[in-house]
C-alpha cells in the first residue's frame, strides 16, 4: 500500500523543488536535491507534483488522490 503524506507536506514539497531550481538546473535535478532533503524517492516526489498541478488545473493528468505523495 502506497505511503500517504500529510497535506502540507505534499503542499510544501513542489514549492520547495521549485524555489530550489537554479536557472542552469533541469527539474529533475531540482527534484532529486529536495526529495534527498525530504526522505523521500525522487520519483515519489515527481509523481506528486504532477498530480498536484493536476488538481490546480496547471497540467493535465491524473488527479486522484491515490498513491504517491497526491
Not at 537554479?22 to 531540482?30: I, L, Q, V, Y
Not at 525522487?42 to 498513491?67: F, N, Q, Y
Request: aromatic share 4%; net charge positive.
Amino acid at each position: 500500500m502506497p505511503r500517504q503524506y500529510p497535506r502540507d507536506f505534499r503542499d510544501r514539497a513542489p514549492r520547495l523543488v521549485v524555489g530550489s531550481k537554479g536557472n542552469d538546473e533541469t527539474e529533475w535535478s531540482a527534484i532529486q536535491v529536495v526529495a534527498a532533503r525530504l526522505g523521500v524517492g525522487g520519483e515519489t516526489l515527481r509523481k506528486g507534483m504532477c498530480k498536484s498541478e493536476g488538481h490546480a488545473g496547471i497540467r493535465p493528468g491524473v488527479t486522484d488522490s491515490s498513491g504517491g505523495m497526491g
